[in-house]
């Protein structure tokens, strides 16, 4: 697999060849990945697997005009077609007056921070076996589970370069340990199944395999003897697991695209109070080890830090080229790059921060309410606001968690869900987007 370097070298050979067929401008997006895994289940290897890729992808812009390739054929006469084949559908493409390469004076210029994104240590199949196995052990010998759907353990080491025809050159490695387990529990019409995960850069971040087994055992169990609740209005809380999802609606509002095509709801509250006057969302591209962490983003713009929402109000946008010049907004460090295509908007690592009181606090006072632990289906509606999915969970009695409920939706708007949302105070960085247990009252929940 190549290294940053080397994707570098690849990455200027192909802008040269893509100005020499004559291109104005150009950037290359250079990526190669390597994974293993091991899944086991009951105690034996079920599945070992080791994959390998690369892939590099040009953009080019003759004028207005512009066109994207990508290819995996990294051979010197494979480049030299890709570059010429580019060049000629973007003669042929439609002008696109927002489209382009970031202005100089946004671009990254630093040393990459030290965000410490690449494990030296890469383990072996043994050991990924032997993680696999620990966690599935643990997990069945949780009271009550009847069967293993498995246990895999994971590691992925990947590299990312951008390079454009106006000087920027940069690339970085990256690695990802990661460990879960599923389990089943009950039994006949009654069977429930739940998992419990971590992926983390360096594996001695990682829980012992032990906690992710009891985990997953754990929330399986609990599930068992699960049914539907009448229907009425609620507090509900959210566990975080699920509850990241909701900020995740949020971003998606907040990107500039979807701005610029008055394709969200949040364009009726740019100005208004969106969130209580102590929420705050922040975003961190530059935490260590953070699973998001990058020093600048897919299009060579520095990354910052940001307020996302201050004093529960939106603080703008999030934006790519193309759309910050669409709505005349200044650039954000939010360019998301695949393999190959124009950018879209991408977030890195964003954390809902907590509030001060504790889980057991935020439900203390509900006589009758939900908490939920797993959300299925597609109902929300960015355009619209308007927000429907399936759940289940655990019905709150008197202040506690009671029995399990299923075949359950969860409705309302996201604007009065924000504005009704409390944190509690347990809130932990685990994966790109966090929030702690989130309180939110007067939501519809339709049961039997």
Known sequence: MIDPDEAIVRGRELVDLALKNGADAADVVARASSSESVTVRLGAIEDVDRSESEAIGLRVFVGKRSASIHTSDFAPAGLRELAARAVEMARLAPEDSYAGLAPKDNLYTGDNSDLDLLDAGEPDPADLREAALQAEEAARAVAGVTNSNGATAGYDRGVFALVTSHGFARGFGSSSHSLSASMVAGAGGDKQTDYAYRTQRHRADLPAPETIGREAGERTV?????????????????DPRVGNGLVGHLLGAMK???IARKASFLLAYESEQLFDSHIHIVEEPLRRRGLRSRSFDGEGVECKALALIEGGRTTGWLTNVASARQLDLPLTGHAGRGGGGSPGVSPSNVALEGGSQSVAELMADIEDG????????QGVNLVTGDYSRGASGLRIRNGELAEPVAEITVAGTLPDMFRALVPANDLQLRHGIDVPTVRIDNMSVAGS
């Open 222 to 238: 609990r599930k068992v003897g699960s049914s539907s609740m009448p229907s009425k209005r609620m507090p509900v809380l959210f």
């Open 256 to 258: 500039g695209p979807a």
């Open 370 to 377: 939900l908490y939920v632990t797993s959300l299925f289906g």
